[in-house]
């Protein structure tokens, strides 16, 4: 049996909501026909976007990339929960820019996101050609490079290379790119959390506020260019 894709979950969760395309559109300010090739894996699947329909749905991110009946919930209590991946496991999302895999992506509620990056793109040109524009969104990131060389562009400080052992925290919410910078693979992992205390806010609570502010100062619908997004990787073991 085949494992649905990112795209699947999205309209699975859409559906459940009772929601139309158009509908989902005004929440996430996505044009309807994005959110239609993105739910058909025909458009690119970036973590701005899985930002904007999480909110706009509601729901964990999580269950934008795994089935939500099998998404493990936070504890209440200190017992802890763990999922480990063997090398090459979690949910492959990949553009002409990026080849992301989200790990931990069965986890609801979880503190930052976590994802190994390979990166494609080599001039800021190729990237704003596939994304409009660099990508930003609420929060903050860290990055630490584990093979190759990473240009670091950002709409508020000169370009930076990053090499292997080299890492950068930054306020994601500015404007930002990564660039492969040499002829090798490159490649570095990353964590993205939301602004201090949005992760721990409750489900029902931020979709309520973001429905107020969206019915307040609805956001233009943006057309994205259309890439593919790739099917998960192998089941991660669990325990």
Not at 56 to 72: K, Q
Not at 96 to 104: D, F, P, V
Not at 150 to 168: E, M, N, Q, R, T
């Amino acid at each position: 049996m085949a494992t649905p894709n990112p795209g699947d979950h999205i309209r699975n969760v859409r559906k459940r909501l009772g929601l139309t395309l158009s509908e989902l559109g005004e929440r996430t300010g996505l044009a309807v026909s994005t959110l239609s090739k993105l739910e058909k894996g025909n458009v690119s699947l970036s973590y701005d976007k899985l930002m904007l329909l999480s909110r706009g749905l509601g729901v964990d991110m999580a269950e934008l990339l795994s089935d939500a009946p099998g998404a493990r919930p936070a504890n209440s209590g200190g017992s802890g929960r763990r999922v480990v991946h063997r090398a090459g496991e979690g949910q492959l999302v990949e553009t002409q820019s990026y080849r992301q895999l989200y790990l931990a992506s069965e986890l609801l509620s979880k503190r930052f996101t976590p994802m190994v990056v390979e990166v494609h793109a080599r001039t800021i040109e190729e990237f704003k050609a596939e994304f409009g524009d660099l990508i930003r969104h609420p929060g903050e990131e860290f990055a630490y490079v584990i093979e190759g060389e990473i240009a670091f562009h950002s709409d508020l400080y000169a370009p930076v290379v990053l090499k292997a052992g080299d890492s950068i925290y930054f306020d994601s919410e500015m404007g930002h790119a990564y660039l492969k910078a040499a002829d090798a693979p490159c490649r570095l992992v990353a964590s993205c959390a939301p602004r201090s205390g949005a992760g721990e806010m409750p489900l029902a609570q931020r979709f309520m506020e973001v429905s107020q502010r969206q019915a307040e100062a609805p956001v233009a619908k943006a057309k994205r260019p259309a890439v593919k997004v790739a099917a998960k990787a192998r089941t991660p073991a669990k325990r």
